[in-house]
């Protein structure tokens, strides 16, 4: 008897095979996926909030160069915004210390420096305690609301 040689193509055992492979592999780098969707998301949140940080500690600046008071920094919320450029929906600063009438000088600096702040975006708030960002439940207590 004479084999017919023109069959090509896969089983269907070998399709099933290859099937199976694949959905294993999928269950495997689904679940690692989102894992690096969710800290990259939370990274853009960290620098949205540096760049917060930043715009306000340079208008804190501004004002102890204009000697006005550091509670004046709430009356330039849409320019600490505008220059952040970013999409936050509160952020609240503290300040390290000082008597914030007193004026610029230079014994009552810290009242012009930044020391904690919350930044919240699409739900998520930051916290910033003077030295790193990390993720908070909720937003406490701050000195200035920059914008809320």
Request: glycine share 8%.
């Amino acid at each position: 008897m004479k084999k017919n040689t023109n069959n090509k193509g896969f089983t269907l055992v070998e399709l099933i095979v290859v099937l199976v492979i694949l959905a294993i592999l999928a269950a495997i780098l689904v679940p690692a996926l989102l894992g690096y969707i969710d800290r990259a998301r939370e990274k853009q949140y960290v620098l949205n909030a540096k760049s917060a940080l930043t715009a306000a500690q340079t208008e804190l600046s501004s004002l102890y160069g204009e000697n006005k008071s550091a509670s004046d920094i709430t009356s330039r919320a849409s320019t600490v915004k505008n220059t952040a450029d970013v999409p936050g929906t509160y952020f609240g600063i503290n300040v390290k210390g000082g008597d914030v009438a007193s004026g610029a000088v230079s014994s009552n600096h810290a009242a012009y420096t930044v020391g904690t702040a919350y930044y919240t975006e699409a739900g998520i708030t930051m916290y910033f305690d003077g030295s790193a960002w990390t993720k908070a439940d909720s937003v406490g207590s701050v000195t200035y609301e920059i914008w809320k």
